[in-house]
């Protein structure tokens, strides 16, 4: 099949997973030639403050998805161009879990991710979080707040190794539907992309693409559903997947 689009995570996948992490030379020259011939995106946990500038750094110009899937960034409008928001009735009903487990949980509106204190939540939230969970406890906590409906729940890498945030969106917050949110503003079918990741949140975005892509350093459960695995970030994955399946 001809591939129309490669839609990547980040951290751990297009750049080292470090807050600090900056796609290489070689990563950024293939983009750039995959993009006379495909369209290129990433979806990723990173909230657009910290997500803009890889995107910019990797010369992508078509529609991301960011913080945790519940938002659409335009990097050539350089605004969110969609927002899917956690209703208000989860939110206190994932406030009062975190609560009873006296977990101390952040506030994500999108603009600001800031511990919740107290008092009324914004009108539009994106996600509650509880940051540097190991992630058996965070497995755990997982399959505790899934029984609450209309809730996704991600588990997202953190930059402390062996830790993971515990993430609850929106249930059309998760990769999957950023795919094919982006897929319908760029006019391709999902099953068109190659989708590429690391991660344990990154088994949507796989299950939503056509080739499924793992890196070397990816989670042995995501390899395990792979169709190919790449090499490792620190190798050049990105450049590597880039070259063997749109330039060859």
Same mark, same amino acid.
């Given at each position: ?11 751990? +996948?297009? $750049?080292?997973?470090?807050? *600090? ?13 995959? /993009? ?15 997500? =803009? ?11 991301? &998805?960011?913080?945790?899937?519940? /938002? ?15 209703? /208000? ?19 994500? +509106?999108? #603009? ?33 707040? +899934? ?16 830790? $993971? ?6 249930? +059309?917050?998760? =990769? ?10 760029? &006019? ?6 190659? &989708? ?5 949140? *990154? ?15 990816? $989670?042995?459960?995501?390899?395990? $559903? ?16 880039? #070259? ?5």
């Amino acid at each position: 099949m001809k591939y129309k689009a490669i839609i990547m995570d980040v951290d751990g +996948t297009s $750049v080292p997973n470090a807050i *600090d992490g900056v796609p290489t030379p070689r990563v950024v020259r293939a983009v750039e030639a995959a /993009q006379r011939q495909a369209h290129v995106s990433v979806c990723t946990s990173r909230p657009i403050f910290i997500a =803009k500038d890889v995107i910019h750094a990797l010369g992508i110009y078509d529609p991301c &998805g960011i913080n945790d899937a519940t /938002q659409i960034y335009d990097p050539t409008k350089k605004k969110i161009v969609k927002t899917f928001a956690l209703p /208000q009735k989860e939110i206190g009903l994932v406030s009062d879990f975190f609560a009873k487990k006296k977990l101390r949980f952040m506030v994500n +509106t999108g #603009e600001t991710e800031e511990y919740y204190e107290g008092g009324p939540f914004p009108d539009e939230v994106c996600s509650l979080c509880v940051p540097e969970v190991p992630v058996q406890i965070a497995m755990a906590l997982r399959d505790e707040l +899934t029984k609450i409906a209309n809730i996704s729940v991600q588990t997202p890498p953190s930059y402390e190794k062996g830790n $993971v945030w515990v993430s609850v969106t929106s249930a +059309t917050a998760t =990769k999957l539907h950023s795919v094919v949110e982006i897929c319908t503003r760029i &006019g391709v079918r999902p099953e068109e992309t190659i &989708g590429i990741g690391d991660g344990y949140n *990154d088994f949507p975005l796989l299950e939503a693409c056509g080739l499924k892509i793992a890196m070397g350093n990816a $989670v042995p459960e995501l390899k395990a $559903v792979a169709d190919f695995i790449a090499p490792t970030v620190a190798e050049d994955g990105v450049a590597t997947v880039i #070259e063997k399946f749109i330039l060859s």
